[in-house]
């Protein structure tokens, strides 16, 4: 595991209590020592503080994606808007811990993010893109005008293809799986992080917003409808 953070105190503590957790932990202090270590040695998931000097958190996300690293990684922010949660999945996070945090729910996210890598080992993950979608396949999940191919990880809004991150792309077949079903938080949490973070969390529904921005097109009613006080349910109206 690679862990940034220029915050000295809580670099050593959240080190300590990583590796007492049985984590293999490599600690630097900002965004240029972690691109360069990520380089040297591949690590299995990184840990990554949004606010850094020189390069920051998302600057090391976003050089990491555009080299077509996959690698899980869990952003550190102090900051709690919607629209700052929202930066860290454009530039690639799989997943974020807003500070001050408890480690429990740090080791949580990792067990979660780590046991998704491990069970997409078996299919691939990076396929090359075609210019079309296939006609038919016997692999394919369709719901509502959609249409998935969870091992070839590619999915489709009628003839456009969708760019999801692995994130996105398992809610998403999730509720394609389950469409007409209202699906309520827990079982989502459940099922996508495998922790349910609680009614304060706000974690669910701001993929929830990033994959309806994706998804929705003008004029076309959206497709995931909120239940309130309940969950989501995905459908057409």
């Known amino acids: 595991m690679l862990l940034a953070e220029d915050d000295r105190a809580i670099r050593n ?6 590796t007492l957790e049985g984590y293999q932990v490599t600690a630097v202090a900002d965004g240029v020592e972690a691109l360069a270590q990520a380089h040297r040695t591949p690590p299995d998931v990184l840990v990554l503080d949004v606010m850094m000097p020189g390069i920051d958190g998302l600057q090391v996300c976003r050089v990491l994606r555009a080299e077509g690293d996959r690698t899980p990684i869990l952003m550190l922010t102090a900051l709690v808007e919607t629209q700052d949660r929202i930066a860290g999945l454009d530039a690639g996070a799989d997943d974020y811990v807003v500070k001050p945090f408890d480690v429990e729910e740090v080791f949580a996210r990792l067990r979660a993010l780590l046991r998704r890598t491990s069970e997409a080992n078996g299919a691939p993950v990076d396929v090359p893109k075609q210019p079309q979608a ?6 394919l999940i369709e719901a509502a005008g959609l249409r998935m191919d969870p091992q070839a990880r590619r999915a489709w809004r009628g003839g456009r293809e969708l760019e999801l991150t692995r994130t996105e792309f398992e809610l998403l077949e999730l509720l394609v799986r389950n469409a007409g079903i209202v699906l309520d938080h827990s079982t989502i949490y459940d099922r996508i992080w495998g922790y349910d973070f609680g009614p304060g969390s706000k974690n669910l529904a701001v993929y929830v917003g990033y994959l309806r921005r994706k998804l929705d097109e003008p004029g ?10 309940v969950g989501y349910v995905l459908r057409e109206d």
């Open 134 to 139: 296939p006609e038919t396949s016997d692999r």
């Open 220 to 229: 076309v009613p959206p497709l995931i409808h909120t239940v309130r006080g």
């Open 13 to 18: 503590a959240l080190e300590r209590a990583l």
